[in-house]
């Protein structure tokens, strides 16, 4: 439980606390339960139906039949719904871990409340003619001078658009960026700016480059406009994302986030995949679910299904038969990880359980694309990626 991956017994499915795991990348700092579980820790409310709500109750709707699409993308949910069950199973059956899921949003007394107006919308400050002027100040944590008993607390300005933003430290750094304050974990590096400047982001060498690479695209997805939550991005605009020159000389491994919608699914085999030279090898799923573990809608609920997908796939180097290929476990198809979500489309840190399938030498060179937030020893790229940064995410540890 430490580690925040709790690996249920004689099981292959894992829960994940990501507030944990997170955490790891701290040392004075911590995620607040509250902050990250903002959502599925409140009571579900009495399905009790009055009167006069039963006569307006309107009939329903006789379903009409699926089209082509449709019929393969239930084809692909009843293949894996097995799994799926089997995987929420072992999550009801482990008490001890289902005692503790109303815990997880337990802190320090400290209640966290949403407010939008609060945020800087990082999306549009890159976008204005004066985003090359802005610059990020970065200092070292109070805390770790103190007790490493550094003198030097000079701030460090850098640009905040389009260069590579480090803390090289083995203590988390603090920011200061247009009046807000951010947590920068220790070991962490980020290059925020938008898709057309991305190509700042590849190594000299690729001897440099990345062994893992976490792919969170915005996709196009009615609810997220609906609902403002974050831009998306037409499908075509990923095919430009230069994976090869960002992966390491010895190949990497691709993990690309994406949801249900059947023509995503072919898009990625057909065109994105093959478009990266990237090898399909698995599909792995995050399976939802509320804090009294029950899932967070029903499994069969064709437009909101309570699960993600991950894809996997290898991004071989020089050589595909390579002895770092050769010498790894093989990635299981259709693996189960289970999580009470955070914010919208926040996605848990599975960086450590991806660890074992990872091509070359350690340490491996991470990098988690369209990121959001920071992990320590990642480099990460976005648009957004001090999102879930500021300060008022975090509380300090005790020292």
């Not at 009790?48 to 109750?57: A, D, E, F, L």
């Not at 400290?110 to 609060?118: A, G, I, M």
């Not at 009470?340 to 091509?359: A, F, Q, T, V, W």
Request: charged letters at 25%; glycine letters at 6%; hydrophobic letters at 35%.
């Amino acid at each position: 439980m430490k580690s925040g991956i709790y690996q249920f017994e004689g099981s292959s499915v894992v829960f994940v606390d990501p507030v944990r795991v997170l955490n790891l990348s701290y040392s004075h700092f911590r995620v607040t339960p509250s902050s990250y579980y903002s959502r599925f820790f409140e009571p579900t409310p009495s399905a009790r139906v009055s009167k006069i709500q039963r006569k307006r109750k309107r009939k329903e709707k006789t379903p009409r039949p699926l089209n082509e699409r449709e019929q393969a993308a239930d084809e692909r949910h009843q293949r894996v719904k097995h799994f799926l069950l089997k995987a929420h199973e072992c999550l009801l059956e482990a008490n001890d871990l289902l005692i503790n899921l109303g815990k997880l949003r337990v802190d320090d007394g400290r209640t966290f409340y949403p407010n939008s107006t609060d945020e800087q919308s990082f999306v549009e400050l890159g976008n204005v003619w004066q985003a090359p002027l802005f610059e990020i100040s970065l200092h070292l944590n109070q805390d770790y001078r103190l007790t490493q008993g550094v003198q030097n607390c000079e701030k460090r300005n850098l640009p905040a658009f389009g260069s590579l933003v480090a803390n090289e430290t083995n203590s988390d750094m603090e920011a200061d960026f247009l009046n807000h304050e951010y947590i920068i974990p220790k070991q962490s590096s980020f290059y925020m700016s938008d898709l057309k400047q991305i190509h700042g982001l590849i190594p000299v060498k690729n001897e440099h480059g990345f062994n893992l690479i976490v792919i969170d695209p915005p996709w196009e997805n009615g609810s997220a406009n609906q609902k403002l939550k974050y831009p998306t991005l037409p499908s075509r605009y990923f095919l430009s994302i230069p994976i090869k020159r960002l992966a390491h000389a010895d190949g990497a491994l691709v993990a690309l986030w994406v949801t249900n919608k059947e023509k995503l699914r072919i898009f990625v085999e057909n065109d994105l995949f093959p478009k990266w030279g990237v090898k399909y090898i698995a599909t792995h799923y995050w399976l939802k679910v509320k804090a009294d573990g029950s899932l967070i809608s029903g499994l069969d609920l064709f437009h909101h299904r309570p699960y993600e997908c991950l894809v996997l796939g290898y991004c071989y180097g020089k050589d595909e038969d390579s002895e770092y290929f050769s010498k790894l476990k093989s990635i299981p198809d259709c693996q189960v990880f289970i999580s009470i979500p955070g914010d919208y489309s926040r996605k848990p840190p599975i960086g450590e359980m991806l660890r074992e399938y990872i091509p070359g030498l350690e340490p491996a060179h991470c990098l988690e694309l369209f990121a959001r937030e920071l992990l320590g020893g990642w480099t990460s790229w976005g648009n957004e990626l001090l999102r879930f940064q500021d300060s008022r995410y975090f509380s300090r540890k005790d020292r």
